[in-house]
């Protein structure tokens, strides 16, 4: 059984389309993130949920909307999809938002290409 | 703000050899921190943490870290690598009323026969 699962695992597709990728996890954990990874590997959070209620934003531009239609779903919908959107982007959950004690256990990872 | 410096961005190590990565962290308070492993294609997975108390953490696969406040380091290490370790490591410390983890550049590990 996947504890956190994404779809797709790769997307390409060209610049100014609107993209959504999907996140499930079946751990029964409240809080659920999503992250960026760049070309050079680097991991930046970009939001987190608790109970579908947005914790964390982290000046990402207004072309990102996560969307949490349940605890267990966290969807990341993308418009105008821009070069620099290329990453990776990784779902994640914990049992609750105390990040520093609970340990995050993350999807295998979306790769998007926009060209 | 809390950071995380990973000075090597790759090592190389012979399978069998001792291992030790490095990890400098920036924090007012007492840190809490983590080191997660990425395998190839994979997700991040955790291999140990800190919070509080001895400050030789042991964690899967045979890794273990040390803390020293003195250092302000948090290096992982393990006596005999495998070539299955060969993966992306990554020093994280919590950070934003402990919501977050701030992660450090990564180090890719690559073990040579």
């Not at chain 2, 042991?58 to 070539?83: C, D, M, T, Y």
């Amino acid at each position: 059984d996947t504890a956190v699962s994404q779809t797709p695992k790769y997307l390409v597709t060209q610049m100014g389309n609107d993209k959504s990728i999907k996140c499930e996890q079946n751990l029964g954990h409240d809080t659920m993130y999503w992250y960026k990874q760049d070309s050079k590997k680097f991991l930046k959070i970009m939001f987190s949920y608790n109970n579908k209620e947005l914790i964390i934003n982290e000046t990402v531009p207004n072309r990102f909307s996560p969307k949490s239609p349940d605890k267990a779903h966290l969807n990341l919908h993308i418009n105008s999809l821009e070069l620099g959107d290329s990453a990776v982007y990784f779902c994640a959950s914990s049992q609750d938002i105390i990040a520093g004690l609970n340990e995050q256990y993350f999807g295998p990872g979306t790769r998007l290409t926009v060209t | 703000a809390q950071s995380v410096t990973q000075p090597d961005i790759h090592i190389t190590v012979s399978e069998g050899a001792s291992l030790e990565l490095r990890c400098n962290y920036s924090y007012g308070a007492t840190p809490y921190l983590f080191w997660y492993v990425q395998s190839p294609g994979q997700g991040l997975q955790l291999l140990l943490k800190y919070f509080s108390g001895d400050t030789l953490v042991q964690g899967i696969k045979g890794f273990e870290a040390e803390f020293k406040r003195s250092q302000s380091s948090f290096n992982l290490r393990k006596p005999s690598v495998h070539w299955s370790d060969a993966a992306e490591y990554f020093c994280a410390v919590v950070a934003a009323g402990f919501q977050k983890l701030v992660f450090g550049t990564g180090t890719r590990l690559l073990v040579s026969p």
